[in-house]
T-cell receptor, first 115, second 108 residues
Framework: DAGVIQSPRHEVTEMGQEVTLRCKPISGHDYLFWYRQTMMRGLELLIY????????DSGMPEDRFSAKMPNASFSTLKIQPSEPRDSAVYFCASSSLTKATEKLFFGSGTQLSVL | ELKVEQNPLFLSMQEGKNYTIYCNYS?????LYWYRQDPGKSLESLFV?????AVKQEGRLMASLDTKARLSTLHITAAVHDLSATYFC????????FGQGTRLTINP
């Protein structure tokens, strides 16, 4: 298995532009998580899905952020409009947490820079 | 709301020494994870601890869990430079919440 695949790896954009981050979870995993990592705030859970349904989006910072999971093999995180304070590394992770010993597998992350 | 505290946040140690990283959490959790992150890289799973008294070991790293005290420890034995990284604990209470991370630097 190729693991969790995120794209793009790096994104540089200007303030006010729309940004879309993409994630393909590991096949068979029924949970998908979006995290954001910054030096100041560490790793923050933004939203997670179970069987393509959003379960908890309390970590989504503002209405500018939205996430979708149209099917079991694809999810997007969109920021519109983007702001410099959104600059961070965004990680997608997937798992099958119903299995007691199952780990959370992380993608390589998207480094977002908003100028 | 689940809160997680790791200490120390920064740790610089000599090769060959032993040390322990502590992870305290605030509410009941049904499992706890330890992750490693190298600079500029993603997170790699180290251990999953499922029950009170659980102990897992891999190489020079040993993790334990005390659910009554809401405490997990990551013990490093005879540290080597390759273990330099940031280590995160993440208890799970419906969702995983990560600690701030402990940046470990091991000097020759």
């Amino acid at each position: 298995d190729a693991g969790v695949i995120q794209s793009p790896r790096h994104e540089v954009t200007e303030m006010g532009q729309e940004v879309t981050l993409r994630c393909k979870p590991i096949s068979g995993h029924d949970y998908l998580f979006w995290y954001r990592q910054t030096m100041m705030r560490g790793l923050e859970l933004l939203i997670y899905f179970n069987n393509n349904v959003p379960i908890d989006d309390s970590g989504m910072p503002e209405d500018r952020f939205s996430a979708k999971m149209p099917n079991a093999s694809f999810s997007t995180l969109k920021i519109q409009p983007s702001e410099p304070r959104d600059s961070a590394v965004y990680f997608c992770a997937s798992s099958s947490l119903t299995k007691a010993t199952e780990k959370l597998f992380f993608g390589s992350g998207t480094q977002l820079s908003v100028l | 709301e689940l809160k997680v505290e790791q200490n120390p946040l920064f740790l610089s140690m000599q090769e060959g020494k032993n040390y322990t990283i502590y992870c305290n959490y605030s509410t009941t959790s049904d499992r706890l994870y330890w992750y490693r992150q190298d600079p500029g890289k993603s997170l790699e799973s180290l251990f999953v601890l499922l029950s009170n008294g659980a102990v897992k070991q891999e190489g020079r790293l040993m993790a334990s869990l005390d659910t009554k005290a809401r405490l997990s420890t990551l013990h490093i034995t005879a540290a080597v430079h390759d273990l330099s990284a940031t280590y995160f604990c993440a208890p799970r209470a419906q969702k995983l919440v990560f600690g701030q991370g402990t940046r470990l630097t091991i000097n020759p």
